[in-house]
T-cell receptor
Framework: AQSVTQLGSHVSVSEGALVLLRCNYS??????LFWYVQYPNQGLQLLLK??????LVKGINGFEAEFKKSETSFHLTKPSAHMSDAAEYFC??????????????FGQGTTLQVKP | GAGVSQSPSNKVTEKGKDVELRCDPI?????LYWYRQSLGQGLEFLIY????????KSGLPSDRFSAERTGGSVSTLTIQRTQQEDSAVYLC?????????????FGQGTRLTVV
């Protein structure tokens, strides 16, 4: 089975501070990992993904994530938070055991609050 | 269209009534997914369509839930005899080919409230 755990349901940072959102996964096969962002009353938007290759992945809006197999982690970072980054963030793994469907297993989400 | 379109955006229904939720995927996308987002359960997979293949219904929570996809495009999720626990946001997503590693594009969702 596969699963995703996001540590911290709420994270609060000051504008300009480092953003760190934590994600750990469990998978018996090499995982394909995603970070999605959801703004209020909107659908999910892909920030970045890791499939194979370079373990440091750069995404949109200045976000990046590093795949660390030894730590089973895929934490999301941004050097300097903007007010517009306030949203809910979801880490997900692409399910691997019921055909090549691309269906996603999501973590519980982390709400990012950015304080002025 | 420019993105995944879902309708209605909000739906309030009485317990026991049937509801239909509609999804228009991005033109040319062969894969279509339905997910449910609720406070208690987070984001859960419901059903997957890929071209003309039999759908993967493994995530449907009960036989009150069904979905179809006509002509490889528009999809309808039907919930019969709605219950209060069905209250959630239902998200539709599509991707070009499906498969692990492909990006899914999400609609804005339908917020269903069962009273």
């Amino acid at each position: 089975a596969q699963s995703v755990t996001q540590l911290g349901s709420h994270v609060s940072v000051s504008e300009g501070a480092l953003v760190l959102l934590r994600c750990n996964y469990s998978s018996s096969v090499p995982p394909y990992l995603f970070w999605y962002v959801q703004y209020p009353n909107q659908g999910l938007q892909l920030l970045l993904k890791y499939t194979t290759g370079a373990t440091l992945v750069k995404g949109i809006n200045g976000f990046e994530a590093e795949f660390k197999k030894s730590e089973t982690s895929f934490h999301l970072t941004k050097p300097s938070a903007h007010m517009s980054d306030a949203a809910e963030y979801f880490c997900a793994v692409s399910e691997a055991f019921s055909g090549n469907t691309g269906k996603l297993i999501f973590g519980q989400g982390t709400t990012l609050q950015v304080k002025p | 269209g420019a993105g995944v379109s879902q309708s209605p955006s909000n739906k309030v229904t009485e317990k026991g009534k049937d509801v239909e939720l509609r999804c228009d995927p991005i033109s040319g996308h062969t894969a279509l997914y339905w997910y449910r987002q609720s406070l208690g359960q987070g984001l859960e997979f419901l059903i997957y369509f890929q071209g003309n293949s039999a759908p993967d219904k493994s995530g449907l929570p009960s036989d009150r839930f069904s979905a179809e996809r006509t002509g490889g495009s528009v999809s309808t999720l039907t919930i019969q005899r709605t219950q209060q626990e069905d209250s959630a946001v239902y998200l539709c997503a599509s991707s070009l080919l499906g498969g692990r590693g492909t990006e899914a594009f999400f609609g804005q969702g339908t917020r269903l409230t069962v009273v």
